[in-house]
């Protein structure tokens, strides 16, 4: 995956993947792997609830965060927007949490494959069924309810990915699947492979609604299989991600690989590095910020000498928690 640089001050392709590497051995490696969500349930909850919040907003769901919040942690659906939107995050909530659940106490509908089309059909199933329930797809037949492949053939999108036809979704997602089970052996960085998978995902398009969400559902299983935490694409990069899955379409899977990296290694820092460690361990800056004072301004810090931390041999700044709330006490102090 050759690098590029995605603008002033923002890493290149190849680093993404460098840094990314690190965080996921610093995570198995000297904080004992991800922990389950019966062991760790805030780090999960908090991944959980931005993860429904943002993939959902992607398809159109106009939940703002605090609504997805208040729906989910409270059972209460705030606001007045329509019945469906609501079942839309409260099923994708369901299934992501059956997926996040299979990182590391898993449950499996197979035989001990990365993926099975039983799964697929499952997530599918979860993630459809309380929207489905209020507000069923217009164009769908009996037999093409949540869990169920679509039974008709269905237009090109805007890009020019043409879905198979309908007598060919069940061969074709077997031979997704194969590709799926390939990816743990592939001599591409894991990102690029599963940036591969997750397109071809979606040029398979099985079900008559619901691809999008079920796509990404998928991949964070994957990617939770394989010992990473989820990938949570942000609404906000809506545009970047449908571009980087036209190009993956084309056979380009370098954009939408780095894309899948930034999000994995923005959760394992900002989320589950800090909930491992304990106060006195020595962590990356990133994993230290806070709304109070910046990663920049951290690192700033560290430089002058006003952080107590560390410097790898790499060039990477590490402190701990104790230290930067000692930092951030003395920011304050008078005399």
Not at 104 to 128: S, W
Not at 265 to 289: K, M, Q, Y
Request: neutral net charge; contains cysteine; proline residues 7%.
């Amino acid at each position: 995956m050759p690098a590029r640089s995605g603008g002033p001050g923002r890493m290149s392709r190849e680093a993404v993947c460098r840094s990314l590497d690190d965080a996921i051995a610093e995570v198995r490696d000297r904080l004992g792997g991800l922990p389950s969500p019966a062991e760790a349930r805030a780090i999960w909850d908090e991944l959980w609830v931005h993860d429904a919040h943002n993939s959902t907003a992607i398809e159109g769901n106009t939940l703002v965060l605090r609504e997805v919040e208040q729906l989910l942690h409270e059972g209460r659906a705030v606001g007045d927007r329509q019945l469906a939107e609501y079942m839309e995050v409260r099923g994708y909530a369901d299934a992501a949490r059956w997926v996040y659940g299979q990182a590391v106490a898993p449950d499996r509908l197979g035989a001990g494959e990365l993926l099975t089309i039983t799964e697929v059909r499952h997530v599918h199933r979860m993630a459809m069924t309380p929207v489905w329930d209020v507000a069923p797809h217009p164009d769908a037949g009996p037999q093409e309810g949540p869990g169920s492949f679509r039974r008709h053939d269905i237009h090109a999108f805007p890009g020019g990915m043409k879905p198979p036809s309908h007598a060919l979704v069940e061969p074709r997602l077997r031979d997704w699947l194969d590709s799926v089970e390939a990816v743990r052996a592939s001599a591409r960085h894991p990102m690029e492979a599963i940036a591969a998978a997750h397109v071809g995902f979606e040029q398979v398009h099985p079900f008559i609604d619901g691809n999008g969400r079920t796509g990404r559902l998928l991949m964070n299983l994957i990617l939770c299989r394989l010992g990473c935490a989820p990938a949570i694409i942000q609404k906000r990069e809506r545009d970047r991600y449908l571009r980087a899955l036209r190009q993956a379409d084309a056979g380009n899977h370098g954009p939408l690989a780095e894309q899948i990296a930034r999000a994995v290694l923005d959760n394992i820092l900002r989320f589950v590095v800090p909930a491992l460690a304990g106060p006195a361990r020595l962590l990356p800056l990133t994993s230290l910020a806070t709304p109070e004072v910046s990663h920049l301004a951290l690192r700033t810090a560290a430089q002058r000498g006003r952080l107590t931390a560390q410097r790898t041999e790499s060039g990477q700044w590490r402190s701990s928690r104790v230290w930067v709330d000692e930092y951030i006490a003395s920011r304050y102090r008078i005399g």
